[in-house]
C-alpha cells in the first residue's frame, strides 16, 4: 500500500483507463424498464372445426393436454397448463418456469401441437395458431387513417411499404400492419337454386376442393433433362371460381355461379375489432417477444415508420397510440435523476461534516468513480440498465461513501496531532498509520453489507428475476467502493497535503456538532449509569418488536412489486351471454362514450379493443398523470358490477416482466357430475355476490348456461334413407347446419399477397329461428324434405366452456377488492369462508362437490418465502462475518443487535408510511442488515481498542462515542438522505423502489439512533461482566 500511495501517477493511470473503459460499457448497456429475465407462457389456439368442445376434449385433448403437461427436456419443462374449451375453439395456456428459452418453450410447444393437428382437415390446421402470451406485457401501437380512403385501400398502400422491415424487427414476436376491415372470398349460397339442383353444402365443398387441388402428373426425359409434370390448381382467382363445375344428382353439370353468389368482401361480424377514439384505422401492432427489449423494439419501429413516411400519400396521416419506449426513457431518467440527486445529497453531508471543498471532492470522487467501474461487471455479467438495477445504484450512491468517509475522518484524527511542517515521509507514514488502523473494520463493514446478498443466488423464480439485478448492481458498486476507498481517496489526499502546512479541518457547523458530541456523551453517560433505565429500555424494545411482528407485521398489504405511475387507465368489460362480436363492439361503444362523458376534458384519447364476443378494453390516454389513483377509484364506483357486466379498472403501464397480479379471492369447484358442479358455482357466486365482500366476482367459465339449439339425427331413419339411393349421411346434417348459420371455411386462396380464406355461407340472416332451421330444405332420393324430418330439433341449455387446470375439470369463482380495502384481505377472506361452509350446510348439491379455497397469492407468498429464508441466511452470514473479522464471539454478537434494532425502524417505517410488503421492502430489511451491522462494528471496534490499551469500558464507551460519532452520522445521513429520493417515490419510475427507501431510511434512521445509545451499553456491561469474572 505504501508503494501505491507513494507512487499516484500508477494509481491515477490504472483507475483512469478502467473509468473509461467502465464509461464505454456503460452507454453500451441495453436499456429497459425492468431485469433481462422472462416466465414464458405459450398458448396454443385450435379450432374445433365440425366437432363440439366435448367430442374434442375426449377425441384430441385429453392426449395433448398430457402431452403438453408432460413435457420435460433439458431446457423446456412446463409447470402448469390450462385449458379453456370455448365455443368453436380450445385455448391451451402453458406456463414454464422462470427464465426458461422462450423459444425453446415455443418450438417444444408448436412441435406437439403440429403433431396432433396433422391429420385434422385444413380448416383447423390454417386455424391453428400457436404464440407467447402474457396477461401484461405491453404493447406498440400507431393507427394510419385518411379521411378520403378506406381501410381496404389504405391496407394496400400500408402493407407492401412496412411488413417486409417490420418482420426484421428482431425483439418482436409478432409486428404486423393489421386491417380491422380484412376480407374474405364468400360464397354466399342461393337456398332456393340449391334446392332446385338437389344439391347439398357438402356437394360444392368437395367441387370447390377438387379443383382447387394441384397434382403430380410423372416425369418426362427431355433430351439431357428429367422435367416432373404438375397438374395446376385451376383455381388461381375469383373468376377462376366461379367456373368451378358441379355435377347434380341428376347427371347435369354446372357453374358455381349457378347456385352461389361469390364476393370478395368484410365479413358482417369480425372476430376483433379495435378503435382509436372511436375511429376505424389500419393499426400497426407489435408485441414483443418473451425476454425481448420492449424499448429497443418500439424505437426500431418507429424509425422504420419514419424512414419510409415520405412514401405514403399526402392524405395518409399515422398516430403513434401506444410507445412503450416513451415510458420506459421516462421511467429510468427519473430513476438517474434520483441517482444524481442521491449522489448531490451525500455530497452536502460530506460538505457539512468536513467543510474543505476538497477534502469533499476527495470523499465524494468514491461515488461516481464506483458506479462508473460497476458498469463494466454489468456489462460482463449480461445486466442492462434499467428500474431495479439503477435503483441498485441510486441505493449504493449514499452507501459507497461511507469508507471514504471514515478513511479521511481517520486520516484528519491522526494528521490533527501531528506538528506543523512534517516531511512528505513522514506524512506518508502517518497516512498510512491513519488507513492501516480503519482498513480492517472498513473491509469488514463492506463485506457485511455485500455478504447479506449472497443468499438472494439460491433464490429463483420471481425473487430472482425481479431482485437479482438490484442486489447486482449494489454488491458490484459497493465492493468497489472499498478499493476506491482504500486505494484511491488515501492516494489524492496524500497529493494535496504536500502543499498544507496545517491538517486542522473545520466544519461549517463546528460548534453544532461539538455541542451535539456533547450532548451524546452525557446521556450516553448518564444511560450507562442508570440499570434501571437501561433494563427498562431493553424490554420496552423487546416488548415493541414483538408487538410489531405480531400485530402490524401481518395486515402490511402484500405485492411483488411495486408499479410504476403511468397516464394511461384501462378498463375492461368481461359480459356473460354474447354470442357475437357486433354485441360486444356495441356495448364497449356505449362504455367508452359514458367514460369519456364522465371524463370530459381529462382523456387525450381512447384506443379500444373488442376481443372477443364477451370481453373487450377501453383504454385511456390521460392528460395528466397525477389524477391516475383517483380517476381510477371514481371509474370503479361510477361502473359498478352486475350479474352479467364484469368491470375491471386498473392503472396500466407497458411491463417487459410477467408480473402477477394475482385476485384477492380464488376458489375452486370440482366434482363427478358436471350440472351439479355448475349450479353449486352459481350458487356460492351468488351467495358472495349478495354480501358485496368483493368489488369484482365472477366464475370461469360462466354459470348461466345459455341455450342452445340441438340437432339429434335419427338413426332409425338411415337404413331406409339408403336403400333408396341417397348420398345424405349424418354427418352432411352437421355441415349443412353449419354453412346455414355461421358458415364454414372450405379453403384458401391467395389475394392481394395474402392467404384469404373461402367461406361457404347462407345468406346473413336466413336463419332467425329454430323454426327456420327446421324448415332447412334436403333432397333425399328426389323428395325435398324438412331437416326436422331427419333430426329431433329442440332447444336446450348447453355448457359451451369447460376448464381444465392440469388435466382436471373445474370451475374458479374469483374475486377482487378495492385497492383501499386490500389490506383487509385476510379479514374478509375469513367472512367469505364463513358464509361458504354456512352454504355447505344448506345446499342440497354441497355434499356432490368439493370446494376448495385456493391460494391465490401463492407466487407472491412464495417469493416473500424465499427472501424470509434469505433474510434468515443473511443474518447468520453477518453473525458468521463478524465473528470471522473480530475473532470474538461475545463481541460480535453485541455488534448484531443493531440488526433487530433496524428491524422496528422498517416495520415503524412501513405502517406509518402505509408501504407495502414486497420483494423490495425485504431487500430493504436484509440490506439494511448490512448497514446497522456496519455502524456498530465502528463504533465497537474502536472501543474495545482503547480498552485493551488500559481505559475502563465506561470512560471508553465515552471516548468512542464522542470520537465516532461523526463517522457514523456521516455514513448514515449519506445512506439516509441517499435513499430519500427513491422513499419518495416521485416520478414514473419511483413507486417501483419505495418501498425499498422507506425500509432503509426507516429503518436505518432508528437503528443508528438506538445503535448509539443500546450497542455501547451491552458492550460496556459485558467487559465490567468479563472484568469481575476474571478477578474471580
Known amino acids: 500500500m505504501k508503494s501505491l500511495y507513494a507512487s499516484p501517477l500508477r494509481v491515477y493511470l490504472l483507475l483512469g483507463v478502467l473509468s473509461l473503459i467502465g464509461i464505454f460499457c456503460g452507454l453500451s448497456l441495453p436499456i429497459s424498464l425492468f431485469p433481462n429475465s422472462s416466465k414464458p407462457v405459450i398458448q396454443a389456439q385450435i379450432p374445433y372445426g365440425d366437432m363440439t368442445a366435448r367430442q374434442f376434449l375426449d377425441s384430441y385433448g385429453r392426449n395433448l393436454e398430457y402431452s403438453l403437461g408432460a413435457l420435460n ?35 417444444e410447444v408448436q412441435n406437439l401441437v403440429n403433431q396432433v393437428t396433422a391429420s385434422m382437415p385444413e380448416e383447423v390446421r390454417r386455424g391453428t395458431n400457436v404464440f407467447t402470451w402474457s396477461e401484461n406485457t405491453g404493447f406498440f401501437a400507431a393507427s394510419f387513417y385518411s379521411p378520403k380512403r378506406d381501410l381496404d385501400d389504405l391496407y394496400k398502400i400500408l402493407d407492401p411499404i412496412f411488413s417486409a422491415e417490420l418482420k426484421k424487427v428482431q425483439d418482436a414476436s409478432e409486428a404486423v400492419m393489421w386491417n380491422p376491415a380484412n376480407k374474405e372470398i364468400q360464397i354466399e349460397i342461393n337456398p332456393d337454386a340449391l334446392t332446385e339442383y338437389q344439391l347439398l353444402p357438402v356437394d360444392i365443398t368437395r367441387a370447390v376442393m377438387v379443383a382447387m387441388e394441384s397434382y403430380r402428373g410423372g416425369n418426362v426425359e427431355v433430351a439431357t433433362k428429367r422435367l416432373q409434370v404438375i397438374l395446376r390448381s385451376a383455381v388461381m382467382t375469383i373468376d377462376d371460381l366461379s367456373r368451378v363445375l358441379i355435377t347434380t344428382p341428376q347427371g347435369r353439370t354446372i357453374h358455381l355461379t349457378h347456385v352461389a353468389k361469390i364476393d370478395y368482401t368484410t365479413p358482417v361480424d369480425q372476430t376483433r375489432v379495435i378503435r382509436t377514439s372511436g375511429a376505424l384505422s389500419v393499426i400497426l401492432f407489435a408485441s414483443p417477444k418473451s425476454g425481448g427489449n420492449i424499448k429497443k423494439m418500439s424505437e426500431d419501429i418507429i424509425q422504420i415508420v419514419e424512414s419510409k413516411r415520405h412514401l405514403l400519400p399526402p392524405d395518409i396521416e399515422y398516430r403513434v397510440i401506444v410507445d412503450p419506449s416513451e415510458f420506459i426513457r421516462s421511467s429510468v431518467n427519473n430513476v438517474v435523476h434520483e441517482v444524481g440527486i442521491a449522489a448531490g445529497l451525500a455530497v452536502l453531508v460530506l460538505f457539512l461534516f468536513i467543510g474543505s471543498f476538497k477534502n469533499v471532492v476527495t470523499a465524494a470522487i468514491e461515488i461516481p468513480m464506483s458506479i462508473v467501474l460497476a458498469f463494466i461487471l454489468m456489462k460482463l455479467t449480461d445486466m442492462n440498465l434499467n428500474l431495479i438495477s439503477l435503483g441498485g445504484l441510486a441505493l449504493s450512491a449514499g452507501m459507497n461513501v461511507d469508507g471514504s468517509v471514515v478513511v479521511m475522518e481517520n486520516i484528519f484524527r491522526h494528521f490533527e496531532k501531528a506538528k506543523a511542517n512534517i516531511s512528505y515521509k513522514e506524512k506518508l507514514d502517518i497516512l498510512l498509520e491513519a488507513v492501516n488502523e480503519v482498513k480492517l473494520p472498513i473491509i469488514a463493514s463492506t463485506i457485511a453489507s455485500i455478504v447479506v446478498f449472497a443468499p438472494l443466488i439460491f433464490t429463483r423464480g420471481l425473487s430472482s428475476a425481479i431482485l437479482g439485478d438490484l442486489a447486482k448492481a449494489v454488491v458490484f458498486s459497493h ?73 402490524v407485521l401481518p395486515r402490511l398489504p402484500k405485492e411483488i412489486i411495486g408499479t410504476p405511475d403511468t397516464d394511461w387507465v384501462i378498463v375492461g368489460m368481461n359480459v356473460q351471454g354474447n354470442t357475437l362480436v357486433r354485441q360486444m363492439e356495441t356495448q364497449s361503444e356505449e362504455t367508452e362514450a359514458k367514460l369519456l362523458k364522465y371524463l370530459e376534458g381529462q382523456v387525450l384519447y381512447t384506443f379500444t379493443q373488442v376481443n372477443s364476443p364477451n370481453n373487450c378494453s377501453i383504454m385511456l390516454r390521460l392528460k395528466d398523470k397525477k389524477d391516475v389513483a383517483t380517476i381510477v377509484k371514481n371509474i370503479e364506483n361510477e361502473f359498478p358490477n352486475s350479474p352479467t357486466v364484469n368491470y375491471w379498472v386498473n392503472q396500466w403501464n407497458p411491463s ?9 379471492l380464488l376458489i375452486s369447484v370440482r366434482g363427478e357430475d358436471a350440472d351439479k358442479v355448475v349450479l353449486a358455482t352459481k350458487e356460492i357466486n351468488d351467495t358472495l355476490q349478495e354480501k358485496q365482500y368483493y368489488r369484482s366476482l365472477w366464475a370461469k367459465p360462466e354459470t348461466n348456461n345459455p341455450e342452445g339449439i340441438s340437432v339429434q339425427p335419427r338413426l332409425e331413419l338411415w337404413p331406409e334413407i339408403a336403400k333408396a339411393g341417397s348420398r345424405v349421411s349424418p354427418s352432411d346434417l352437421a355441415d349443412y347446419t ?46 325435398l324434405i324438412p331437416l326436422k324430418a331427419l333430426a329431433n330439433i329442440s332447444i336446450e341449455k348447453t355448457r359451451p366452456s369447460i376448464l381444465r387446470i392440469d388435466q382436471e375439470e373445474q370451475y374458479l369463482i374469483r374475486g377482487r377488492l378495492k385497492k383501499e380495502e386490500k389490506s383487509k384481505s385476510k379479514d374478509i377472506l375469513k367472512k367469505a369462508q364463513a358464509d361458504v361452509e354456512e352454504w355447505q350446510k344448506k345446499s342440497a348439491v354441497a355434499k356432490a ?89 465502528i463504533l465497537v471496534d474502536f472501543l474495545t481498542r482503547l480498552v485493551e490499551k488500559g481505559m475502563k469500558p465506561h470512560e471508553a464507551a465515552l471516548e468512542a462515542a464522542r470520537t465516532r460519532l461523526r463517522p457514523i452520522l456521516m455514513t448514515s445521513l449519506t445512506t439516509t438522505l441517499g435513499m430519500l429520493p427513491i422513499a419518495l417515490g416521485f416520478g414514473e419510475g419511483g413507486r417501483i423502489l419505495q418501498p425499498l427507501g422507506i425500509a432503509v431510511s426507516g429503518g436505518l434512521g432508528v437503528s443508528m439512533l438506538l445503535t448509539l445509545y443500546v450497542v455501547p451499553a451491552l458492550q460496556v456491561s459485558y467487559l465490567n461482566w468479563t472484568a469481575k469474572r476474571n478477578q474471580k
Open 849 to 937: 362437490v368439493s370446494v376448495n379455497f385456493e391460494n391465490p397469492e401463492k407466487e407472491v407468498d412464495d417469493a416473500i418465502h424465499q427472501l424470509t429464508w434469505a433474510l434468515a441466511i443473511s443474518t447468520g452470514l453477518i453473525l458468521l462475518t463478524m465473528i470471522l473479522q473480530l475473532g470474538h464471539v461475545a463481541n460480535s454478537v453485541l455488534v448484531f443487535m443493531s440488526v433487530p434494532l433496524g428491524l422496528i425502524g422498517v416495520l415503524l417505517s412501513l405502517f406509518i408510511f402505509r408501504s407495502t410488503l414486497s420483494l423490495n421492502s425485504l431487500l430493504g430489511v436484509i440490506l439494511l442488515n448490512g448497514i446497522a451491522v456496519a455502524n456498530s462494528i
Open 738 to 783: 353449419r354453412v346455414a348459420t355461421d358458415g364454414r371455411t372450405i379453403a384458401y386462396l391467395t389475394m392481394d399477397n395474402r392467404l384469404t380464406g373461402i367461406v361457404l355461407k347462407y345468406p346473413t340472416g336466413y336463419v332467425k329461428s329454430v323454426e327456420d332451421l327446421s324448415a332447412l330444405p334436403l333432397s333425399v332420393a328426389g323428395k
Open 479 to 551: 465492493g468497489l467502493s472499498a478499493i476506491v476507498a482504500l486505494i484511491l481517496v488515501p492516494t489524492v489526499r496524500l497529493q494535496m497535503m504536500k502543499s498544507e502546512s496545517h491538517f486542522h479541518v473545520t466544519s461549517p457547523i463546528e460548534k453544532y456538532f461539538v455541542k451535539l458530541e456533547n450532548f451524546y456523551a452525557s446521556t450516553l453517560d448518564l444511560f450507562l449509569k442508570k440499570s434501571n433505565w437501561r433494563k427498562g429500555v431493553y424490554a420496552g424494545l423487546v416488548v415493541l418488536l414483538l408487538v410489531l411482528i405480531q400485530f
Open 656 to 664: 417487459e416482466l410477467p408480473l402477477p397480479d394475482p385476485e384477492n
Open 73 to 107: 427436456t433439458k431446457l423446456v419443462k412446463t409447470e402448469k397448463i390450462e385449458a379453456n374449451y370455448n365455443k368453436g375453439q380450445v385455448s391451451y395456456t402453458i406456463d414454464f418456469p422462470w427464465d426458461t428459452p422462450p423459444n425453446d418453450a415455443i418450438k
